[in-house]
T-cell receptor
Framework: GQQVMQIPQYQHVQEGEDFTTYCNSS?????IQWYKQRPGGHPVFLIQ?????EVKKQKRLTFQFGEAKKNSSLHITATQTTDVGTYFC???????????FGKGTTLSVSS | DGGITQSPKYLFRKEGQNVTLSCEQN?????MYWYRQDPGQGLRLIYY???????QKGDIAEGYSVSREKKESFPLTVTSAQKNPTAFYLC???????????????FGPGTRLTVL
């Protein structure tokens, strides 16, 4: 079935360093959503990208959707300890009735 | 407050027992979902419901059952047929279901089930 590969699985950075996670698909995606799950918490929606080549920013977070709509990335500039958590990408199934999630990238930040 | 509630937060059961996890939402959302989360596995879809009295199997439905008798409620039963039931279970909802497009999902706090 449809799936996405998220890399890396884990990333540790020093506070102030940048961080990027990638979401790659072998098929064209209709959309991509990103969620953040804090340790012990539940996933929280961050953003949705729909258009080819789309770039959206939320403060220190930059989200991109590839031109071919087969990959996406989330980049965090100057990480802070509050950025700790697992970041998931997700996309709609062909029927548009459910989301399929990647396995996530877990970010740890040391001060 | 609007939101999704799941109870209890922690649940312990003996092997061979069925157990039902509750999920209630007051967001007036049409669609509801159940996910299972295991370490390093991301979120895997168990069942979803686009509208009252209708639901579909997700990727890992075996050993689980659901009902959707009310818009607000989508309980999940973990049956004794589920071989590895110990996991973190997350319920979610979104505004629209069929043909609803790409709506964000709102998650409940989750129930951590441990089968002894």
């Amino acid at each position: 079935g449809q799936q996405v590969m998220q890399i890396p699985q884990y990333q540790h950075v020093q506070e102030g360093e940048d961080f990027t996670t990638y979401c790659n698909s072998s098929t064209t995606l209709s959309n991509i959503q990103w969620y953040k799950q804090r340790p012990g918490g539940h996933p929280v929606f961050l953003i949705q990208l729909v258009k080819s080549g789309e770039v959206k920013k939320q403060k220190r977070l930059t989200f991109q959707f590839g031109e071919a709509k087969k990959n996406s990335s989330l980049h965090i500039t100057a990480t802070q300890t509050t950025d700790v958590g697992t970041y998931f990408c997700a996309f709609s199934n062909q029927a548009g009735t459910a989301l399929i999630f990647g396995k996530g990238t877990t970010l740890s930040v040391s001060s | 407050d609007g939101g999704i509630t799941q109870s209890p937060k922690y649940l312990f059961r003996k092997e061979g027992q069925n157990v039902t996890l509750s999920c209630e939402q007051n967001l007036n959302h049409d669609a509801m979902y159940w996910y299972r989360q295991d370490p390093g596995q991301g979120l895997r879809l168990i069942y979803y419901s686009q509208i009252v009295n209708d639901f579909q199997k997700g990727d890992i439905a075996e050993g689980y059952s659901v009902s959707r008798e009310k818009k607000e409620s989508f309980p999940l039963t973990v049956t004794s047929a589920q071989k590895n039931p110990t996991a973190f279970y997350l319920c979610a909802s979104s505004i629209r279901g069929i043909a609803g497009g790409y709506n964000e999902q709102f998650f409940g706090p989750g129930t951590r089930l441990t089968v002894l």
